[in-house]
């Protein structure tokens, strides 16, 4: 039963890569907690937290990522893991970003509207870039190669000055998230 259990643990379907500033700055962890997959408007699963580890909590930008260990797996007709990138992907290549928030940054409406927006990697990366994609609410969702099926980061925020998107960067931190995974198996 302990195999089970472990191996349980360390399965791909109980990691949830989130933003960091999603959780009180004032919480020593994440857990208990709950996380809520959203398959539609009227549909969702929820799954309790084990435990959880948040990289920064320096707010919105490139540091602002976390990772929730789920109680039990998710099954693949609810989500299936992607993996976090080892690197970023070469100009051109095809960029989405999923969200829950607002569908017009400017005015707030359509709140937690699925929404998945696509576009070519052409710019450089720094803290985000324009593009006026994210909306309050995105916070958390993914940011995606389509391409290469890989996950590059999480939905941070974006600086109301300049409308530039920010985001937490999973492939920069990829090897702090893939210890603190490796240490709850």
């Known amino acids: 039963m302990a195999a089970l259990a472990a191996r349980a643990r360390s399965s791909p379907r109980t990691w949830v890569l989130t933003a960091g500033h999603c959780f009180a700055a004032g919480r020593t962890d994440v857990a208990p907690w709950q996380f809520e997959f959203r398959k539609s408007a009227t549909e969702s699963c929820r799954y309790d937290t084990a435990e959880g580890y948040v990289h920064s909590r320096g707010g919105a930008g490139a540091d602002d990522v976390a990772l929730l260990r ?3 797996a998710v099954p693949s007709r609810v989500a299936r893991p992607i ?26 409406e359509g709140a937690g509207t699925k929404r998945f927006a696509s576009f070519r990697y052409n710019v450089t990366w720094d803290l985000g870039w324009v593009s006026q994609g ?52």
């Open 70 to 72: 789920l109680k039990q």
């Open 83 to 108: 993996p976090i990138a080892k690197s970023w992907p070469s100009y051109g290549t095809k960029i989405a970003l999923m969200g829950y928030g607002c569908t017009n940054r400017e005015t707030g």
């Open 134 to 185: 994210t909306c309050p609410g995105d916070s958390g969702g993914a940011l995606l190669n389509v391409d290469g099926n890989e996950v590059l980061g999480v939905l941070s925020g974006y600086r109301t000055g300049n409308g530039r998107d920010l985001f937490g960067d999973a492939v920069t931190h990829r090897a702090v998230l893939m210890a603190k995974i490796a240490s709850w198996q």
